[in-house]
């Protein structure tokens, strides 16, 4: 008996240790450590293997989330267990923002903890089983999932500055169970997995085993059509970036950045393709609708030419400009102060509350300077033009009209002097102004 409880615990580190070859050379090691079953068996099996093989540091960390008085003992358990390993360990506390599905705001927290904790090139493991697989699969087919949710859980995936791997999803909870008992080997039980009122709980205890007596398998099984719904998403997205490369467009206005696509080459793609398409180029910036609330796109791209069709998302918007699409993120749907705001120092930029920073490129105009936005009726006076428009100069450039109205005005004595990014003088200092989704931007001077 004794032997074939060393056989398990080799062939299971085996197994793991092949899993994770891609990673051996990791600056970091982190075990997701909540303290049950399935990462007590992968914490003990690394920090055992660590002993006679060359590993990469190794740390844990448990989330605490504190929704559950039991909870509260959790952390301390999991330190001695950590302390008796010799293994470091870290405990974050999270704040669950309560929502329509409480599972679903605990994982969001968890994996912004989680996020925010990876440095570059570090390596989470998550402790996710074969069961765990079947389960996720089979949930989400009954949610009506597609091909991308029907892949499941990913053995791999970018996380932060590193990236989140999952080495025991083709093994099955049995042999967790058996490697635990080799070792005695104690865990935590969180007891809301205990109430089938949850829908996973449901599968898991409920449905699943039913199913065994017919299929014996079936963990394996399900697992198996997930590994298969992963492969046909690979090759649809590898699709979806043959159709990019066609369908990527581009601004012409080399200071403003925004995702763009040509909306008549993407016409020309079938409508499920369009949808491909979009699922990957938008795929890192909002979460998509599912099957049944793609209308928007629909209305959007067959709107008239001279309409402005939005199309909401989670995270931001899309948009139409010409014969382009734009994708706005959540920085550009955030409160901004359009209050005309006074410039004292003209040699150093100035931050527009909600809307970027504009500097001067070249000498500071004289005056009493302050950065307004259009009300209306402005006009500009423009070397060899003569007093000119403001509506009907920006109509002749190509920024798009959902845009102008959050170009900062350069006013000299309550007149407008230039507008930011636009050279009409080209004897004039030129006004820059900087705004970016992604990351608060910084104007060089």
């Known amino acids: 008996m004794r032997g074939r409880f060393t056989d398990l615990s080799m062939s299971l580190e085996s197994a793991v240790l092949a899993r994770l070859a891609a990673w051996r050379h990791a600056p970091c090691w982190r075990v997701a450590f909540s303290g049950g079953l399935d990462s007590t068996v992968l914490l003990h099996m690394l920090a055992t293997a660590a002993r006679h093989h060359e590993l ?17 003992q959790w952390p301390a358990h999991c330190q001695r267990f950590c302390d008796e390993l010799g293994v470091p360990l870290d405990i974050v506390p999270v704040q669950v923002v309560p929502g329509a599905s409480l599972e679903r705001a605990a994982r969001d927290a968890r994996y912004a903890a989680f996020t925010d904790l990876m440095k570059a090139d570090e390596v989470l493991l998550l402790a996710q089983h074969q ?99 992963a492969e046909a998403h690979g090759l649809l997205q590898d699709l979806a970036e043959i159709d990019l490369q066609y369908c990527r467009g581009q601004l012409k206005i080399s200071w ?61 918007e899309l948009r139409r400009h010409g014969d382009r699409l734009l994708w706005l993120g959540e920085a550009w749907r955030a409160p901004w102060s359009s209050k005309e705001q006074p410039w004292p120092d003209g040699e150093r930029p100035l931050e527009l509350p909600g809307n970027g920073v504009v500097a001067f490129a070249g000498p500071v105009p004289d005056g009493r300077l302050s950065i307004a936005y259009r009300q209306g009726g402005e006009v500009l006076e423009v070397p060899g033009r003569g007093r000119r428009d403001l509506k009907r100069l920006l109509q002749e450039t190509d920024v798009p009209e959902f845009i102008r109205p959050r170009l900062p005005l350069l006013k000299r004595d309550g007149q407008v002097l230039a507008v930011a990014n636009l050279r009409l003088d080209p004897s004039a200092s030129e006004l820059r102004w900087q705004f970016s989704s992604v990351v608060r931007p910084v104007v060089a001077r």
């Not at 990469?56 to 509260?72: C, D, K, N, S, T």
């Not at 180029?281 to 939005?310: C, I």
């Open 131 to 229: 069961d765990d697989q079947a389960e996720t699969l089979l949930y989400r087919l009954l949610r009506g999932a597609g091909v991308r949710g029907l892949a499941a859980m990913a053995q791999s995936r970018s996380l932060g500055a590193g990236h989140a791997v999952r080495p025991l999803l083709e093994v099955p909870r049995k042999t967790l169970e058996a490697y635990a008992a080799r070792y005695g080997l104690q865990w935590v039980e969180d007891p809301s997995n205990g109430d089938s009122g949850f829908a996973r709980n449901f599968l898991r205890r409920d449905i699943l085993p039913q199913l065994a007596t017919h299929w014996p398998g079936v963990s394996a099984v399900l697992a198996r059509a997930a590994a298969h719904q």
């Open 256 to 316: 403003l950045s925004i995702p763009c696509l040509d909306l008549s080459a993407l016409r020309l793609l079938s409508e499920a393709r369009q949808r491909n398409l979009l699922r990957h180029w938008l795929g890192n910036e909002t979460r998509m609708p599912d099957s049944r609330h793609w209308q928007g796109w629909t209305d959007l791209r067959d709107a008239a030419a001279d309409a402005s069709p939005v199309w909401r998302l989670e995270s931001g």
């Open 56 to 72: 990469p540091p190794i740390r844990a960390v448990h989330i605490h989330h504190g929704l559950q008085a039991v909870a509260e």
